[in-house]
């Protein structure tokens, strides 16, 4: 099973490098929010292009930080048994979760946001706004970033909870 500790590794690899990627988006959602203030406030002038790119930073940051949320551990979880459970078992609490709800519900989301992002790519979408940004295409693919770095943890917990199950050795 060396071969399947490899692969865990490398995935966990890509979606933490994602994660220390994403870790700016937080501080850049502050400084652009900050400056957003300041020009209207200030200096009485507004800025459409940077009020909507807070959209941007904040799906950046939200979306794209999916796959590194579930590495850590650190999503919701509604625990009424979970906590009591062996380590064994909520292996096999998380193997069954993931292969009957998370890997049916990407499955769909990859199923219904290709053609809609595709769709937007193949139009230049932009803005509504007269003055706002021409890259709604770009905004929308964040639900593609949130579907690959899903998939991509989702598939080393795969891995991951099934060589602990399957192996034959203690979890």
Same mark, same amino acid.
């Given at each position: 099973m060396v071969g399947t500790e490899k692969v865990v590794a490398? =995935? #966990? %690899?890509v979606t933490a490098g994602t994660g220390a990627i =994403?870790?700016?988006?937080p501080l850049a959602l502050v400084i652009v929010q900050f400056s957003v203030v300041l020009m209207v406030y200030v200096f009485g002038r507004g800025s459409v292009q940077l009020q909507e790119s807070l959209q941007y930073i904040n799906a950046l940051m939200f979306l794209g930080g999916a796959g590194y949320t579930a590495l850590k551990d650190d999503h919701v979880r509604v625990d009424l048994i979970y906590s009591r459970l062996s380590p064994r078992r909520r292996t096999w609490v998380n193997f069954v979760g993931t292969c009957l709800l998370l890997v049916p519900f990407l499955a769909m989301f990859w199923w219904a946001s290709l053609p809609y992002v595709l769709a937007s790519w193949s139009i230049g979408e932009g803005s509504v706004e007269a003055s706002g940004l021409p890259f709604v295409y770009i905004l929308k693919s964040t639900l593609l970033l949130f579907a690959l770095t899903l998939s991509i943890n989702t598939l080393? #917990? =795969? =891995? %991951?909870?099934?060589? %602990?199950l399957f192996s034959g050795t203690p979890s």
């Open positions: 490398g =995935l #966990d %690899r =994403l870790a700016v988006t080393a #917990d =795969l =891995l %991951r909870f099934g060589q %602990r």
